[in-house]
């Protein structure tokens, strides 16, 4: 394979410029450019629909040796609006491969650009917080610098953006439970990985996924023995239609497991806020503690945003939901990783325990969830 030469520039909100060479798609792109921290698992992370609107910066300096292949996507398409690379293998070394990373983003339209000095560019993410920007290749390299800016600073902002609707099925469809079925799961599907599903089927629910668009009436129509809100891309507080459909699940005394989007949605339906963090968490390596056992996990992450809510102590939900408490916190940053409402069935986590990139410590969960439902299948019998 060869490695392009023609040249591309990454251009951020503050005016800061990085020289590089197309890589994909040639074109131009904007959105929120964020950093990831993984150094495996690229293929995973660029097929999370969370990514919808960002622009990844990859901090692990060679990227694509492992080619791409059929089995390790987490959607049916790449989702991210551009990607920033170092280094792009020049060979594709992997007994699973069929394809090169540079040719895939090229068919889907990915611009993306190599290069760059990503540890510069994450050092400044870091230290101003995650920005507006974008890629320039192909005819749009030549535009005038002021122009790139311009259209940069024209891209819209991350906070307030609700992008469910662009990542989230057309059409409900079913996967199968496995082993001895626990009942039907009904699924919000706001930009689910493929892993998230297939581990939910592996704990015996009849898998429901559901359009984002979904009424609190068609979900009680299944006669869920428990709801599910997935993870992805947007502002948490620019999704109001999904909080109160939350809360008519609550009150419907249907369990609830949410993760990332939906650990957000859930704080929120309990009545706490959301804000954004300076430059978020992404990455295969966040160690977070599991507050009622004291344990470590090294964990997978992929978000902006975050629940506002004391950790001390027990919380009461402003919603009527009785006792909250946080469950598991970052250990980088104290961050909120994770609630469980004590007085109802409902907990969820910020992060990611389909692990997919990523360690598997936080697999448990799904455990948990389906102990939960067991729980109160028997309690209200
Ligand atoms: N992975 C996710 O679900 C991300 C949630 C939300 N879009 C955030 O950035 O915080």
Not at 177 to 193: F, H, Q, S, T, Y
Not at 244 to 251: F, N, P, S, V
Request: charged share 20%; hydrophobic share 40%; aromatic share 8%.
């Amino acid at each position: 394979m060869t490695v392009a030469t023609d040249p591309a520039v990454l251009v951020l909100e503050d005016g800061t410029r990085f020289a590089g060479h197309a890589y994909g798609a040639r074109g131009r792109t904007l959105g929120e450019v964020v950093f990831a921290t993984g150094m495996t698992g690229y293929q995973e992370t660029l097929t999370d629909p969370s990514y919808a609107g960002q622009i990844v910066v990859m901090t692990a300096p060679h990227i694509g040796n492992t080619g791409v292949n059929d089995e390790d996507p987490e959607s049916s398409r790449i989702w991210v609006s551009g990607y920033v690379v170092r280094d792009p293998s020049r060979i594709v070394s992997n007994y699973r491969a069929d394809g090169s990373l540079d040719d895939q983003l090229s068919e889907q339209g990915i611009v993306g650009i190599s290069g760059i000095d990503t540890r510069a560019v994450t050092r400044r993410i870091r230290d101003a917080g995650a920005m507006r920007g974008g890629v320039f290749s192909g005819e749009d390299a030549g535009l005038d610098a002021d122009e790139q800016l311009r259209l940069v600073r024209s891209g819209e902002e991350m906070t307030g953006r609700n992008l469910s609707a662009e990542v989230s099925t057309r059409d409900g469809y079913v996967i199968a439970a496995e082993g001895e079925r626990i009942g039907n799961l009904a699924v919000l599907d706001l930009g689910v990985k493929t892993s998230t599903l297939n581990y939910l089927a592996a704990r015996g629910f009849e898998v429901h996924v559901l359009p984002q668009t979904v009424t609190l009436d068609e979900v009680l129509a299944l006669d869920p023995v428990a709801a599910f809100f997935s993870n992805g891309p947007g502002d948490p507080g620019a999704s109001d239609q999904h909080v109160e459909l939350l809360q008519g699940i609550l009150r419907n005394d249907v369990p609830f497991f949410g993760i990332c989007f939906g650990n957000q949605l859930l704080g929120r339906a309990l009545g706490f806020g959301t804000y954004k963090l300076p430059f978020g968490h992404r990455g295969i390596n966040q160690p977070v503690l599991d507050r009622e056992t004291g344990r470590i996990e090294v964990t997978s992450h992929n978000h902006g945003f975050a629940v506002q809510a004391e950790l001390g102590e027990i919380l009461e939900s402003a919603t009527g939901f009785g006792r909250v408490e946080v469950s598991h916190v970052n250990l980088n940053d104290n961050v909120v990783e994770g609630l469980r409402a004590l007085d109802i069935p409902a907990f969820s986590v910020q992060y990611h325990p389909e692990a997919a990139a990523g360690p598997h410590d936080s697999n448990y969960l799904f455990d948990r969830f389906r102990d939960m439902v067991l729980a109160h299948k028997k309690d209200s019998k």
